[in-house]
């Protein structure tokens, strides 16, 4: 069982950065890739970064990729998304997740956080 708390969403000007935490309890997560997803109001969740177990993976879509940058310390069982030259179309409810094998989809990861709201202001 692992539980994840996310933190350090808010509100930021367009260009601005933002730095997001998930926390997460229980003594297995350096066995856990973990993922970042994000939903907007009316549309579904999607996949914005994920990290392999180890730390030396990781993926991106598109649209962040050269914006944002996952990392994690398994000794702090701690995993940030690093956003950086943030758009008004990045504003969503951010959640992180935890997976036992990398995966871009919301149906490969089996715990989530309860959500951080990031929202750009133009």
């Known amino acids: 069982q692992v539980q994840l708390v996310e933190s350090g969403g808010g509100l930021v000007q367009a260009g601005g950065s933002l730095r997001l935490s998930c926390a997460a309890s229980?003594?297995?997560?350096?066995?856990?890739?973990m993922g970042w997803f994000r939903q907007s109001p009316g549309k579904e969740r999607e996949f914005v970064a994920a990290?392999?177990?180890?730390?030396?993976?990781?993926y991106y879509t598109d649209s962040v990729k050269g914006r944002f940058t996952i990392s994690r310390d398994n000794a702090k069982n701690t995993v940030y998304l690093q956003m950086n030259s943030l758009k008004p179309e990045d504003t969503a409810v951010y959640y992180c997740?935890?997976?036992?094998?990398?995966?871009?989809?919301?149906?490969?990861?089996?715990?989530w956080g309860q959500g951080t709201q990031v929202t750009v202001d133009s």
């Open positions: 997740a935890a997976s036992s094998g990398t995966s871009y989809n919301v149906d490969g990861y089996k715990y």
């Open positions: 229980g003594r297995t997560f350096s066995s856990y890739a």
């Open positions: 990290i392999s177990w180890s730390g030396v993976s990781t």
